[in-house]
Each structure stands twice: as structure tokens, then as C-alpha cells.
């Protein structure tokens, strides 16, 4: 069956401008996740998703960045304002609700803000 | 100091050499997973350990609850093993913490 997508496979704007991430999780894992990748570092937790409601969003970083998923598959990843400090990987990945659930990733949004 | 450290951060060695990574972590954990990235950016689970020890292949982790600290070993290395081994805590019920990954290269 179809991984994790996500969707565009990179993206470049300018600075101030406002980007959408999309992540499409594989069918029937009702827990998705959004993590953030800076060079040479590793993934950084932003926002963990059950079903549609976000059960953890300690990890985004300000009031900027917004995440949905209205029907409980798809994720939207919302950054307002962007900055160059946004730039990054954006990493999604989904899997079944349970403690220490194998997690399958996305192959992420190469995000470069100007 | 972060909470998931590992060690080393870039290792090189000659295939069929055997490899250790480390990872110790600060906090209370439910699980730990050891992640395998390649270039380009996919990452994939390795194992997900909560006590003792698993073999995958030419793959071993190993995890010290009392030690807060776990290890992937790889035998026979080879250079298709060239990657970055991510290790990362789950925290809670879900929630995933980083190491800095440890960048291996394995040379023919």
C-alpha cells in the first residue's frame, strides 16, 4: 500500500509570505505527527495529531505556525510570516494509536524561505 | 544539555568492521526507537525497544532502562549501511525526542 506523501517536495518563498504543507497519512493510522528538521541536526517534535483534534502542539514554536486536520487524515502544516529561520525539512508520519507505535515517515518538504 | 545525546556524532570505518552507536537520554521514557536516515531525507524505524534487546539481520539494540541508555550495533558492516542512525524516545503515549543523529560511513 501508498507510504506517507507529502506534498510539494520542496517549496522556496520569500520572506513574509505564507506556505501550506500537506501531508497525507497512510490509510486507517489515526495518529499523524509533524516534526521539523534543521541541517545537520536531528527531527524536532511540532504537533502531534489524534484523529482530528491536535492532542499535543508544545512543539510549535509560535504563533505562526498552525496545523489542521479537519477530517482526520489529511494535515495541513500552515506557516504565516515566514522567516528565514523557518527553513527546513518538515517532516510528517503517521501511525496507529498506541504507546511507542512504530512511526513511518513521509519523505518531508524541503522548505527554503529568502 | 539535550535530553537525547548521542555518541559518536560521525563515525568511519572499513566494511566488516563492527559498529556500536550509543544513545543515552535524561528523561522517563515508554519506548525507544532507533532510526535509519538516508540522503534525500526518508527516514525509517529500525526497532522500537522498551526492555532487553532485538535482532534484525545484522542488526542489534540493546536498552538499559536503569541505565537510560541503549546501543544499535551493526556486524559485518557494509557500505550500503552508510547513513545517519537517529535515536529518539517516546515520551508520553506518542511523542518522539531526537538525538542529533550519528552520521556513519562505511568505506569498501
Known amino acids: 500500500g501508498a507510504g506517507v506523501s507529502q506534498t510539494p517536495s520542496n517549496k522556496v518563498t520569500e520572506k513574509g509570505k505564507y506556505v501550506e504543507l500537506r501531508c497525507d497519512p497512510i490509510?486507517?493510522?489515526?495518529?499523524l505527527y509533524w516534526y521539523r528538521q534543521s541541517l545537520g541536526q536531528g527531527p524536532e517534535f511540532l504537533i502531534y495529531f489524534q484523529g482530528t483534534g491536535a492532542a499535543d502542539d508544545s512543539g510549535l514554536p509560535n504563533d505562526r505556525f498552525f496545523a489542521v486536520r479537519p477530517e482526520g487524515s489529511v494535515s495541513t502544516l500552515k506557516i504565516q510570516r515566514t522567516e528565514r529561520g523557518d527553513s527546513a525539512v518538515y517532516l510528517c508520519?503517521?501511525?496507529?494509536?498506541?504507546?511507542?507505535?512504530?512511526?513511518?515517515f513521509g519523505p518531508g518538504t524541503r522548505l527554503l524561505v529568502l | 544539555k539535550n535530553e537525547v545525546e548521542q555518541s559518536p556524532q560521525n563515525l568511519t570505518a572499513q566494511e566488516g568492521e563492527f559498529i556500536t552507536i550509543n544513545c543515552s537520554y535524561s528523561v522517563g521514557i515508554s519506548a525507544l526507537h532507533w532510526l535509519q536516515q538516508h540522503p534525500g531525507g526518508g527516514i525509517v524505524s529500525l526497532f522500537m525497544l522498551s526492555s532487553g534487546k532485538k535482532k534484525h539481520g545484522r542488526l542489534i539494540a540493546t536498552i538499559n532502562i536503569q541505565e537510560k541508555h541503549s546501543s544499535l550495533h551493526i556486524t559485518a558492516s557494509h557500505p550500503r549501511d552508510s547513513a545517519v542512525y537517529i535515536c529518539a524516545v517516546v515520551q508520553g503515549a506518542q511523542k518522539l525526542v531526537f538525538g542529533q543523529g550519528t552520521r556513519l560511513t562505511i568505506n569498501p
Open positions: 490509510s486507517g493510522h489515526t495518529a
Open positions: 508520519a503517521s501511525s496507529l494509536i498506541g504507546v511507542g507505535e512504530t512511526q513511518y
